[in-house]
Nanobody, 118 residues
Framework: QVQLVESGGGLVQAGGSLRLSCAASGRFFSINTMGWYRQAPGKERELVANINRGDSTNYADSVKGRFTISRDNAKNTVYLQMNSLKPEDTAVYYC????????????WGQGTQVTVSS
């Protein structure tokens, strides 16, 4: 069983920064793509950024130049550095990971709230 545990959410003023972390634990051989999604009230969950094992990254247009995704493969951890935060970034942020153990499957974290005040 694989678990993803997120941390680092909170309340911040517009223009501020937060760093989210997500650590994977449990039984698996490897983790390929790891990513961050977010879901604001009344909206669908959307991709924020993802990163594969080779460190190739992909960002939503709305966060390019402000957010940076990175990972530490030795720690099975993915990070999201969020700078120049805006009120529209307010959402629950979820991490996910494509985990390989006999077959590949996707796991999700429980979510962490990010609130940006104006």
């Amino acid at each position: 069983q694989v678990q993803l545990v997120e941390s680092g959410g909170g309340l911040v003023q517009a223009g501020g920064s937060l760093r989210l972390s997500c650590a994977a634990s449990g039984r698996f051989f490897s983790i390929n793509t790891m990513g961050w999604y977010r879901q604001a009230p009344g909206k669908e969950r959307e991709l924020v950024a993802n990163i594969n094992r080779g460190d190739s990254t992909n960002y939503a247009d709305s966060v390019k130049g402000r957010f940076t995704i990175s990972r530490d493969n030795a720690k099975n951890t993915v990070y999201l550095q969020m700078n120049s935060l805006k009120p529209e970034d307010t959402a629950v942020y979820y991490c996910n990971a494509d985990v390989y153990y006999l077959s590949t499957f996707r796991r999700w974290g429980q979510g962490t709230q990010v609130t940006v005040s104006s």
